[in-house]
């Protein structure tokens, strides 16, 4: 009886996929016919909300230190492998090819253009803090929020997804410092790491491609309309790499 796990293994966002490019977005239409063979175009944007009239000042403090900072979303293609081993057949998304990197401010949405090569794609990252060189960093964020398909030769609007900040409630909260306390961990500041988040895709396709489509001579001749499906969000605290330790001096142990 083969096995197939609920769980995605994600290999391509460990260290395993070397040279990888940093694309930037764009929030401007491509002229037609300038992607290349095998590639198409995707639209769409992307914002996350909080919430307003608040007044205890614990929650306005997790409030104003994310709005403080500059959130990265990355986007990357994936495709799914199959292994299998005694007892099942386990798959997982190795992530190939370039990262598509667009940053936002809280409460703003921002829209993007993506041309790339066809095939599954996730907004593999959004983070709230400060990437180092590897693509990582410290401070909240959430995984695979989303996923969308890239066709070849076609131009796709994929929807806006929405980002909600929430509170948890006084039990969850207590519960969540305690795990943090019972892994060892000392973090200082960052209070938005303990925030909610909550996922959905709309459809404002009039409004996006109004805003982005304004020269009749950039519009392509026909554009697709396929909602992104959203995940689980787990929003969550990254702690900062450790360095390795030194190569041992020579004569000494």
Not at 121 to 131: Q, R
Not at 134 to 152: C, K, L, V
Request: proline content about 8%; aromatic content about 6%; glycine content about 10%.
């Amino acid at each position: 009886m083969k096995i197939i796990p609920s769980f995605l293994l994600i290999l391509g966002t460990l260290g395993l996929a070397a040279c990888v490019t940093m694309v930037p977005t764009t929030d401007v239409m491509p002229e037609p016919g300038a992607a290349a063979e095998g590639a198409g175009t995707v639209i769409g944007s992307i914002v996350m909300t909080t919430p307003t009239g608040v007044t205890d000042p614990d929650q306005m403090e997790m409030i104003d230190a994310l709005r403080e900072k500059r959130l990265t979303a990355t986007i990357r293609r994936y495709v799914m492998r199959i292994s299998q081993e005694e007892g099942g057949e386990f798959g997982w998304r190795d992530y190939v090819g370039d990262e598509y990197t667009t940053t936002f401010d809280i409460d703003t949405e921002r829209r993007f253009v993506v041309t790339a090569p066809a095939g599954k794609y996730a907004v593999l990252e959004i983070m709230a803090g400060t990437p180092d060189i590897s693509g990582s960093g410290t401070g909240a964020n959430m995984r695979e929020p989303a996923q969308f398909e890239i066709h070849a030769g076609k131009t796709t609007y994929v929807g806006r997804l929405v980002v909600q900040a929430q509170f948890k409630s006084a039990t969850e909260l207590k519960m969540a410092k305690a795990g943090e306390r019972a892994d060892g961990k000392t973090v200082l500041g960052m209070p938005e790491r303990w925030l909610d988040m909550s996922l959905t895709a709309t459809d404002t396709r009039e409004q996006t491609l109004g805003e982005l489509v304004k020269d009749p001579a950039r519009a392509p001749a026909a554009i697709e309309t396929e909602i992104m499906k959203v995940g689980v969000p787990r929003w969550q605290f990254v702690a900062p790499r450790l360095p390795p330790p030194p190569p041992p001096v020579h004569g000494k142990k």
